[in-house]
């Protein structure tokens, strides 16, 4: 039995080069873009409601005054009268009746229909149904929207009717008919991918059976079952995609295959001022037994400002350079880059461990000396910037590339050091935490190690939410707290004035250093700066010769000065939870107590959802309360669902299911890590897929 595979919309019935165009607008381009835009929804037009119950739930809210005006319905009816009123629109008019009651039935706009309505016909409707009044009268009045003619005999069969993601161009309706004319050939297109084991555990039926109970399901239940099947195959699709990259790489070699030395961990941890906590003995040991085996470790180091992520790197420096090869570590910004250099030279002058740094700003001569330590191997740890990846930068035998605030860096930036060796073991750091559904997915590739612990004395910062009215407020208690020795941050959302709407940090620069803080010491601190400028400002506060920093989001990621103890944020609402929760890193890294203080404009709503940060600094929790704000904002208004090109499920809201999902497929590349058994091989359709490809985004 061969249907023909139609390769392309024309092809269709009913398709032609208009409706080609309109299908594009809904990203709808080949006929499987077409069998797979599955239904958002489905209107319920299986039974019919008896006229009467439509008139009394209709005067039922007209009486409660409910919000609610008017109410979708069908009725199967005969035409007792019909009339033709020429309004300045045409209005059509018939009295329906069935066995419970009357109605008026009105049409708008359809000149001449009433012309093919005779009394005594049966008809089907679908229409608003609502309360009037009219000369004092209330009446009922159902406001059609679909009608059918039915033939004396014919009885009405009802059937749930899918509604699709339409255009005013092209309406449901249309598409359905579409659709519905091609059946046979747009169920040939779809391949049933499942192995049978998979589809047997969950008691699931095969995809085209989904497929046909997605577009014509008899039951809203079984619309549901079959919508969980479609998503599940998707997820697993994704899935299966990671896990195939995880097994490529665990199945490569290539890496330097490292010694741990018995005592290499107490040794590092005697060279400490403090022992390790707990989270970092365990991050530690995960790190190193990567770097022992063949295979190019590829790493997601997760830990809060202030988790001590600095000090997991240089333990993984440390082994690298006890086996005889160079580490590097890229930061995003030389602000970040000299102080890793800063931090780590200490941290690894025990050891013996030379450390060099490359920025683009160091002069010429200088730069060139660093090239050639690296070169030549001298240097055992470069730290620097995007510097270090240009040409002309090469190793002599790099093994440990550390990327830090990874997702600061492009797909190629990343690469590009990597590549300065054949296969160097990878660690990626960040500073903010990735909600588990999307680490399941964006990064699914990676291992992950969270540093779920801070190092202990640390007293949680205090957060308060000011109105925009009480900035003099939040502003003395910058003062009280300077006048005890600590030093501030007051953060605005714009350098300059070019965005009216927001608080620029030049602006209001001026008004501290004249109004507010006169006799204090504030400077400037924004990303246009030149770098050199930058970091003589970001030293001077260092080195506590600054009171105020009157900063842009450059001091967001990584700074650390434990003497600063407040950070203000200004226009607090334009900021993400999940950057806001890293602007107040800055502070409470030392001993003393540290405040941030969130202004935002007298206006309740926003307040709301600063609030989260005044409840926990469980950066985790934010993120996740993030992620599920932003997706809302996504979803509002469109829609999930159908149409070409988007996905089917949401990651985050069925997470569960991806999960189950997940475990299928890790479960049959653990068996079958090529997929060259035969029951696997229609798998590898699944991979083509666009969405298994967006999952993976860090390697390639
Ligand atoms: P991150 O990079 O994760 O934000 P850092 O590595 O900069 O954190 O560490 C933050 C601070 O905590 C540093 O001053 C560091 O010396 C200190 N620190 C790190 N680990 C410990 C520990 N186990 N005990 C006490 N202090 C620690
Ligand atoms: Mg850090």
């Not at 929804?41 to 439509?54: F, G, L, Q, S, V």
């Not at 609610?68 to 329906?96: F, G, N, P, Q």
């Not at 740094?357 to 160091?362: D, H, I, P, T, V």
């Not at 890590?673 to 229609?682: D, K």
Request: charged content about 25%; proline content about 5%.
């Amino acid at each position: 039995m061969s249907v023909p595979r139609p390769a392309t919309l024309p092809q269709l019935r009913g398709v032609g080069p208009e409706m080609v165009r309109k299908f594009a607008a809904l990203d709808i381009r080949s006929p499987r873009d077409l069998a797979t835009a599955y239904p958002r929804d489905y209107k319920d037009w299986r039974t019919p409601t008896p006229i009467a119950e439509i008139v009394r739930g209709a005067l039922a809210r007209y009486n409660d005054r409910s919000e609610v005006e008017s109410s979708e319905e069908i009725a199967v009816a005969t035409i007792v009268a019909v009339r033709e009123r020429r309004a300045r629109i045409a209005i059509v008019e018939a009295d329906l009746q069935d066995g419970s009651g009357t109605i008026k039935a009105t049409w708008f706009g359809r000149r001449g229909l009433a012309g093919k309505f005779a009394a005594g016909g049966r008809i089907f409707v679908h229409g608003r149904a609502q309360t009037r009044r009219t000369r004092g009268a209330l009446g009922v009045e159902l406001n059609v929207l679909h009608h059918k003619m039915l033939a004396a005999d014919e009885s009405y069969v009802g059937k749930l009717v899918p509604i699709y993601s339409a255009t005013k161009e092209l309406p449901s309706r249309i598409i359905s008919s579409v659709i519905e004319k091609n059946f046979g050939a747009l169920e040939a297109l779809i391949p049933d991918t499942l192995p049978p084991a998979v589809r047997a555990k969950h008691g699931f039926g095969t995809m085209r059976e989904a497929w046909r109970d997605l577009h014509r399901p008899a039951t809203p239940e079984a619309a549901l079952a079959a919508h969980e099947r479609a998503v599940f195959e998707e997820f697993f699709g994704i899935a299966l995609g990671a896990a195939l990259k995880r097994a490529e790489r665990a199945a490569s070699g290539g890496a330097p295959e490292m010694r741990v030395p018995a005592d290499l961990l107490e040794a590092f941890e005697a060279a400490l001022p403090f022992r390790l906590t707990a989270a970092q003995r365990r991050v530690i040991d995960e790190i190193w037994h990567d770097m022992t085996r063949p295979a190019p470790m590829n790493r997601l180091l997760q830990g809060d400002v202030g988790s001590g992520k600095t000090l997991v790197a240089a333990a993984a420096v440390v082994l690298a350079a006890r086996n005889g090869v160079q580490s590097a570590l890229m930061a995003p910004t030389e602000i970040l880059a000299s102080q890793h250099a800063r931090k780590l030279a200490p941290l690894l002058l025990p050891f013996g461990i030379r450390v060099d740094a490359l920025f683009g700003s160091m002069g010429l001569r200088e730069r060139e000396r660093a090239r050639n330590r690296i070169a030549s191997g001298e240097c055992e740890l470069a730290v620097g910037t995007h510097a270090l990846i240009v040409e002309g930068v090469e190793f002599a035998n790099l093994g440990l590339a550390i990327i830090d605030e990874q997702h600061r860096f492009g797909v190629a930036q990343r690469a590009a050091l990597r590549s300065k060796s054949t296969a160097p073991h990878t660690l990626h750091m960040t500073a903010t935490p990735i909600p588990r559904t999307l680490a399941q997915t964006r990064y699914a590739d990676l291992d992950m190690s969270v540093l779920d612990e801070l190092p202990p004395g640390r007293t949680p910062i205090e957060t308060f939410v000011l109105r925009e009215s009480r900035k003099p407020g939040a502003y003395a208690f910058v003062r009280k707290n300077v006048e005890r020795g600590r030093q501030a941050y007051v953060v605005a959302p714009a350098i300059d004035e070019s965005e009216a709407a927001l608080t620029s940090a030049i602006a209001e620069l001026e008004v501290l250093q004249r109004d507010v803080f006169p006799d204090l010491r504030v400077e400037l601190l924004h990303g246009r700066m030149a770098s050199r400028e930058k970091d003589a400002a970001m030293t001077r506060f260092v080195r506590g010769e600054i009171d105020v920093s009157m900063a842009t989001t450059v001091v967001e990621v990584g700074v650390d000065v434990p003497n600063a103890t407040v950070m203000v944020v200004l226009d607090a609402h334009r900021y993400g939870l999940a950057q806001l929760h890293q602007l107040r890193g800055r502070v409470g890294r030392g001993a003393e107590r540290s405040y941030c203080i969130l202004v935002s404009p007298d206006d309740r709503g926003v307040v709301e959802r600063l609030d989260i940060l005044a409840k926990t600094t469980d950066g985790f929790e934010i993120a996740e309360e993030d992620l599920r704000l932003r997706r809302e904002g996504e979803f509002a208004g469109t829609a999930q669902a159908g149409g070409g090109g988007g996905m089917l499920g949401n990651i985050v809201g069925d997470f569960a299911l991806y999960m189950r999902a997940k475990a299928d497929a890790d479960a049959v590349v653990a068996a079958d890590p090529r997929l060259q058994r035969p029951e696997h091989a229609a798998l590898r359709g699944l991979l083509d897929t666009e969405t298994s490809s967006r999952a993976v985004m860090l390697s390639s």
